[in-house]
DNA sequence: GACAAATGTAATCACTACGGTTACTTACTA
DNA sequence: TAGTAAGTAACCGTAGTGATTACATTTGTC
C-alpha cells in the first residue's frame, strides 16, 4: 500500500495530492492514508501540509527512493515471528536458541532489503507505464 | 518455533521424542507442537510415529537441513501484504501496480530464501553447543 | 486381548494486528 | 473569515495464531 501510494505521487511528478485523492486510487479510506503517510513522513519519503490546494508530494525525485528505504519506512515488526512465551531456559536447546536464530534471521532480513534496494521507485512507475502501453489493459 | 523443535529433535540424534517433551522445551502445549508436525511431516523433514514410547524424529541428518526449507515448509502465507481491497481499476497506477509489487516482493522472498539456505540445522546445533560451552549460562 | 501411551483432530477461547469508519481538532490558503 | 485538508482519537470487525480441552485412533507392551 505505501508502494502504491508513493507510486501515485511519482506519477503526479511533484504536484500536491490529498489524502482523499490516495484514498480513492487505493481504494480504502483517507484516514488510512494518512496514518501512512505520517510513517512516510516520518522516514522523509514525502512532504505533506495542511490547508486548502494541499497535501502530500515526494521529497526526493522517485529515482532516488528504492523499496528498502519504503519497506523501513512502513515496517516496524520483524518479519519472523518469535513465540510468545520464553523457551524453558532449563532445556540445554531453549535456553539460548533464541539469540542464534535472532542472527540468522537478522541476516536474511538484510538479504531482502539488500534485493528491494535495487528496484527504485522509478523502476516501478515505469513498469507500470510500459504495461498501460502496451495493451494489456487500456488506461483509461 | 518449527526451528526450535527440529533443534530438539537433531539433539537427540535420531531418538524419538513425543510431543509433549517438545512442548516442554518450547514451554508450549503438546497440541501447537503437533499442528507443527504435521507440516514438517508433509515436508519430509520428521518422521512421526503414534503409539507408546515413540513420537517424532528427523528423516535426515541436520548437515541436510537448511532453514529455507523450514520457512517453506512452515510458511504459507506472503510475507509482503497486500490489502484486502483491490485497488482502483481506473487509476492508471492502481490498474496494474499489484503484478509488477508480486514480481519484486517474489524476488526478495527469494532472496531472503537464498540466505536462509546457507544455514543448516547442524549449524544451529553447533551454535548452541558452543553457546552453552562458553559459559554464557551453564547448562542443566 | 487389554491397557497404556502417543498422535490426529475438532471445537473453542483469548489476544493481537490491521484495515475501516466516524468524529472532532488543528492548521493553512484564499 | 471561510473553506479545505491533515492530525488524531475512539471504536468496530475481521483474520491469524497460540492456548486449551476433549475425544478418537493407532501402536507397543504386558
Redesign the pocket.
Known sequence: ?AVHVLAVLAYKEGD???????AGS?????????????SL?RARLVD?????????RLNRSPGRINLAEVYRAV???EPF?S???KPNAACPVGHCIREELDRVFASAEKAMEHDLEKTSLADVINAVKASGACGKKRAV
Chains 1, 2 share one sequence.
Open positions: 500500500m500536491r495530492v490529498t489524502s482523499a485523492f490516495l487505493v481504494n480504502t479510506n483517507p484516514v488510512i492514508i494518512r496514518r501512512l503517510l505520517l513522513q505533506t501540509c495542511k490547508g486548502a490546494g494541499l497535501g502530500s515496517e516496524e515488526v515471528a513465540p510468545s512465551r
